[in-house]
Structures are given as structure tokens and as C-alpha cells.
């Protein structure tokens, strides 16, 4: 069963509670509600002709400034700086002038990738959580267990919240630390300074006073794949006319 086959048939199990999509690699990614979340997985894991028992990946996703871009390179040049910032992305703003994110419809998505030894085939399985401001998907961990540190892990840098997940816990940041930083509109300069107060005699917490500034990259042109070099130019055409040669 080639892909294409494998979609439909998939699309006959789930039903209309599935959209299915295959990317132009040939990989099928069903998309559900929260709502069916469970079910769905349940039947991908179970059904006989699906048989998907091992979950390798979860992760989460923050669709916030989806498909925008802040750099500008158009107007790109063979030398020097050429790249410009159209305007201020999400997380890249001054600190007293933190703006509060825009309301994005489907923007938390927790997304799975499953993995069928049985029929040696892949899916990604995709859902978007129904509250922007408090997401909650329910937990596969009971599904396959090996969830469990990726849901942790999407709790700790998307806010993320897996219902049912039996310790639903920090994993990669301190216990103390406040946010989420893979969120878009997580400032990129931090939350807070520390350093040591001398007049105090201990370590203070306050808030960041740093300028954002945009960090260009500095193009370097000075290399032979972009034919600058008269040189490689002409090593590059008597290549190409010994190959030509050579299949006459």
C-alpha cells in the first residue's frame, strides 16, 4: 500500500473527525480536534492495518507570527550589510513597551510523531488546543508512555497544559524560572537581571534595562561558490567544457 492508498483508507478508519494531508515528502499528517484527540490515537495505536505502538516525537508548536517575516532581503547586494528588519516581530520589543500578544485562532498546536514497526510506515498526528490563553490538550501518556518527558517538556517552554499527565512538571528550565521561552512573544532579551549589590551584601533580581538592537549578520562574498573570483570563474568553465567533451 503506497501512500496515496494508505490515505485513503486512513481517511475510511477515522472518519470525519480526521482532515489528512500528504506533504510533498509523502509524509500523511492527520489533523483532529482535542476533542478527539484521544480517540484518534487510541485507533492508530490499536487498529490492526494502523498498528502505530511507538510514539518517537511530541513536541508543541506556537503559531503566533506564522508565515511573517522581519528581514528584508530583496534588495540583497554582492557586498556589505544588505539586510534590514521590516518591523517589530513577536518577542522583539522594548522592555517597557511590552505589547500584548494578539488573539491568534489556532495558535498552540501539539503535534506527534508516530512510528508503525509492524507496516514499517510514519504519521504525524496534529491537534490545536481551544483556548489561545490557557491551553490544555489531554495527555497521551496512558496511550504510549513514552510521552511523557516530551509533554513535560512542551509544558515547560510552550505553557502547554497535558490534562491527565500523571506529573506534569518543569523539565528543562529552573524551578523558579517564570514563562515559557519558546513562546514567540517571549521577550528575547530575558525577564530579569541578576547581579550583586554591593551596598546590600547580596543578589538582587531587576528588571532588564537593556536596549534591544538587531544583530545583522555580516555578509562575506569572498567565496568561490558565489563566482565573484575571475579565476574560479574560469576554472569552473574549462570544468564544464572537459565534461562536455567527455560525453560527446
Same mark, same amino acid.
Given at each position: 500500500?503506497?501512500?496515496?492508498?494508505?490515505?485513503?483508507?486512513?481517511?475510511?478508519?477515522?472518519?470525519?473527525?480526521?482532515?489528512?494531508?500528504?506533504?510533498?515528502?509523502?509524509?500523511?499528517?492527520?489533523?483532529? $480536534? /482535542?476533542?478527539?484527540?484521544?480517540?484518534?490515537?487510541?485507533?492508530?495505536?490499536?487498529?490492526?492495518?494502523?498498528?502505530?505502538?511507538?510514539?518517537?516525537?511530541?513536541?508543541?508548536?506556537?503559531?503566533?507570527?506564522?508565515?511573517?517575516?522581519? @528581514?528584508?532581503?530583496?534588495?540583497?547586494? $554582492?557586498?556589505?550589510?544588505? &539586510?534590514?528588519?521590516?518591523?517589530?516581530?513577536?518577542?522583539?520589543?522594548? @522592555?517597557?513597551?511590552?505589547?500584548? /500578544?494578539?488573539?491568534?485562532?489556532?495558535?498552540?498546536?501539539?503535534?506527534?510523531?508516530?512510528?508503525?514497526?509492524?507496516?514499517?510506515?510514519?504519521?504525524?498526528?496534529?491537534?490545536?488546543?481551544?483556548?489561545?490563553?490557557?491551553?490544555?490538550?489531554?495527555?497521551?501518556?496512558?496511550? @504510549? $508512555?513514552?510521552?511523557? @518527558?516530551?509533554? &513535560?517538556?512542551?509544558?515547560?517552554?510552550?505553557?502547554?497544559?497535558?490534562?491527565?499527565?500523571? =506529573?506534569?512538571?518543569?523539565?528543562?528550565? =529552573?524551578?523558579?524560572?517564570?514563562?515559557?521561552?519558546?513562546?514567540?512573544?517571549?521577550?528575547?532579551?530575558?525577564?530579569?537581571?541578576?547581579?550583586? =549589590?554591593?551596598? &546590600?551584601?547580596?543578589?538582587?533580581?531587576?528588571?532588564?534595562?537593556?536596549?534591544?538592537?538587531?544583530?545583522?549578520?555580516?555578509?562575506?562574498?569572498?567565496?568561490?561558490?558565489?563566482?565573484?573570483?575571475?579565476? =574560479?570563474?574560469?576554472?569552473?568553465? /574549462?570544468?564544464?567544457?572537459?565534461?562536455?567533451?567527455?560525453?560527446?
Amino acid at each position: 500500500m503506497n501512500a496515496s492508498e494508505f490515505q485513503v483508507r486512513l481517511a475510511e478508519l477515522l472518519g470525519d473527525t480526521a482532515t489528512i494531508n500528504q506533504d510533498a515528502l509523502g509524509l500523511v499528517t492527520v489533523d483532529v $480536534s /482535542a476533542k478527539h484527540w484521544l480517540d484518534t490515537a487510541r485507533t492508530l495505536r490499536d487498529h490492526d492495518e494502523l498498528a502505530f505502538e511507538q510514539l518517537i516525537d511530541l513536541c508543541g508548536i506556537d503559531y503566533l507570527g506564522y508565515g511573517q517575516t522581519e @528581514w528584508e532581503t530583496g534588495d540583497a547586494t $554582492s557586498e556589505g550589510f544588505s &539586510r534590514g528588519v521590516e518591523g517589530m516581530g513577536p518577542g522583539r520589543f522594548r @522592555w517597557r513597551e511590552q505589547p500584548e /500578544a494578539e488573539e491568534v485562532e489556532n495558535r498552540f498546536a501539539v503535534v506527534v510523531h508516530l512510528l508503525s514497526i509492524t507496516h514499517n510506515r510514519r504519521l504525524r498526528l496534529r491537534t490545536f488546543a481551544p483556548d489561545e490563553g490557557f491551553p490544555i490538550v489531554p495527555s497521551l501518556v496512558e496511550t @504510549w $508512555s513514552s510521552a511523557n @518527558w516530551y509533554e &513535560r517538556e512542551a509544558f515547560d517552554l510552550y505553557g502547554i497544559v497535558f490534562e491527565g499527565h500523571p =506529573d506534569l512538571r518543569r523539565l528543562l528550565t =529552573d524551578y523558579g524560572f517564570s514563562g515559557h521561552p519558546f513562546r514567540k512573544d517571549f521577550p528575547l532579551i530575558g525577564n530579569v537581571t541578576v547581579r550583586y =549589590d554591593e551596598e &546590600r551584601g547580596r543578589v538582587v533580581y531587576e528588571p532588564v534595562e537593556i536596549e534591544p538592537r538587531v544583530l545583522v549578520p555580516r555578509v562575506i562574498r569572498e567565496d568561490s561558490r558565489y563566482k565573484a573570483d575571475d579565476i =574560479d570563474q574560469a576554472a569552473d568553465d /574549462a570544468a564544464d567544457d572537459i565534461a562536455a567533451e567527455a560525453s560527446d
